[in-house]
């Protein structure tokens, strides 16, 4: 597709499909703060930043962004970046101090409240029901690892469809269950840091379950609502032919242990023995639930995942997506890596759309697809004149968009993207070291310092299109260089 302006000269154009969405994403604990303010329980995830040692250096999300306090201007800012649609998460404890039982009505208050504030400026509430935040009275009774946890969950949903009601289109059950279980209950690197095996196969089967119960809840409740769940799938690689069969193993640990019992009903067979829920945990029926038709599918993408044949000493833990022995985790020299040491491939992101696409079964002909989280962490900084000129973020973009717009030509049924994030924020175990958002928060001051990013994502949110300066750029954009 190509323009003509005034001058005349050709310009190419690659405009997204009318009603394509332009968001950015946040999670409760990561940027709310006020963490017992107004009745808040607390969540595993305060109960794990206040241990000694299991975050860097102390930090706690206690004040985070303090959105809770300065929503409002942060509406205003999001009002001011065009954007269609914020992607924010719940607080369970927030709404049922222990999980269960008494609802706490300052909680819905403020949700309540914040979703008006979207209305009021036009941009679209898209609202995820769980982002790792399990109140801390569940993680008490056996957590995630209690089945129980997954009707007090659907419970929870039921109370938020009846509090916020049509005013939402679109909701999320679960964001990024994988590292729920995998990092939660397996590694233990992520709240409520247990390492146990037994333990997170069963959390990976009761939070599907969950996420089953609550879609039957909400349709019921909402029946025009759009009903989904958000994803992180890392495109897997061998970087030759000793590490393919490894890589089949680590995709299915990695990726299908959550996207096929979704899809397609059942865990996958490639993943090995400990990573799977026993028999004795699947009830008659749960596939069944846990398979029940989507609307959408949202797909957090960061980094592939390379694997080669190891060279030297192996690693005989388990534990590690490759299963320790001869096969390594390689880091390809020509891509370049984030501030976090995340690989940069925006074609991974290419890849694993027409994988999603290619897997829809007819029983989700309907389904769409989101990127509901995207984005990088880079080393910003305000500089002396008041800019973050976050060059680093900007190729980010630039190679991932044009990934997304490459893969709608090619027929995958895009219908929007989330930023991730918003808002610099508390990065869990990081603690606040690490920058992903597009607007530079000094913790401090609580200053909001709009990044050049923001600027860009700004004028392809209002226009729809890509940058007319990006275009040619493929190769570089690629490989993610700068």
Avoid at 41 to 70: E, L, M, Q
Avoid at 187 to 216: F, K, N, S
Wanted: aromatic share 10%; proline share 5%; net charge negative.
């Amino acid at each position: 597709m190509s323009a003509t302006d005034t001058s005349g000269s050709a310009k190419t154009v690659r405009a997204f499909p009318e009603g394509f969405v332009w968001g950015a994403a946040t999670a409760a604990y990561q940027i709310e703060g006020a963490a017992t303010a107004d009745g808040r329980g607390p969540s595993v995830w305060d109960t794990f930043s206040h241990t000694p040692g299991k975050v860097r250096g102390g930090d706690t999300g206690d004040i985070a962004c303090d959105f809770y306090n300065r929503s409002e201007e942060d509406l205003d800012l999001m009002k001011s970046l065009g954007l269609a649609a914020f992607r924010f998460s719940i607080s369970w404890s927030r709404i049922q101090p222990t999980g269960s039982g008494a609802i706490n009505q300052a909680g819905i208050d403020f949700y309540r409240r914040l979703v008006d504030g979207l209305r009021e400026r036009e941009i679209a509430p898209a609202i995820t029901l769980f982002h790792w935040d399990l109140p801390q009275g569940l993680e008490d009774a056996g957590g995630w690892a209690n089945r129980d946890t997954a009707e007090r969950f659907a419970d929870y949903a039921q109370i938020m469809a009846e509090a916020i009601g049509s005013d939402c289109d679109d909701w999320m059950t679960l964001n990024e269950p994988q590292v729920v279980a995998n990092q939660g209950y397996r590694l233990g690197i992520h709240a409520p840091g247990v390492t146990d095996d037994a333990i997170a196969a069963a959390t990976t089967h009761h939070l599907l379950l969950a996420h089953g119960l609550a879609t039957q809840r909400l349709r019921s409740a909402l029946p025009a609502a759009k009903l989904g769940l958000a994803l992180n799938l890392n495109v897997v690689k061998a970087a030759d032919s000793f590490a393919e069969a490894a890589a089949v193993v680590a995709d299915a640990e990695q990726n299908r242990i959550f996207m096929d019992p979704i899809l397609h009903g059942s865990y996958p067979a490639a993943a090995r023995p400990h990573m799977l829920p026993p028999e004795s945990l699947i009830e008659d029926g749960d596939m069944d639930l846990i398979s029940t038709p989507l609307d959408f599918i949202g797909i957090n993408y960061y980094a592939p995942f390379y694997l080669k044949r190891a060279d030297g000493v192996v690693s005989t833990d388990r534990r590690t997506p490759t299963g320790g022995g001869d096969v390594v985790p390689f880091m390809p020299p020509h891509l370049p890596t984030t501030a976090m040491g995340w690989l940069i491939e925006p074609q991974g992101l290419y890849e694993m759309l027409k994988i999603v696409t290619s897997e829809l079964p007819d029983k989700q002909s309907g389904c769409r697809l989101y990127i509901t989280e995207n984005g990088c962490a880079a080393e910003d900084y305000v500089d002396p004149n008041g800019v973050v000129n976050d060059v680093e973020r900007i190729s980010y973009l630039k190679g991932h968009l044009d990934a997304i717009w490459r893969a709608i030509q090619d027929g995958v049924p895009l219908d929007g993207y989330f930023q991730w994030s918003l808002l610099d924020n508390f990065e869990w175990a990081y603690g606040y070291q690490k920058r992903f958002g597009v607007v530079f928060v000094d913790f401090g001051t609580q200053k909001r310092t709009i990044k050049q990013s923001a600027r860009v994502y700004q004028q392809i949110a209002t226009t729809n299109e890509l940058p007319h300066e990006w275009a040619g750029e493929g190769a570089g954009l690629i490989a993610g260089a700068v």
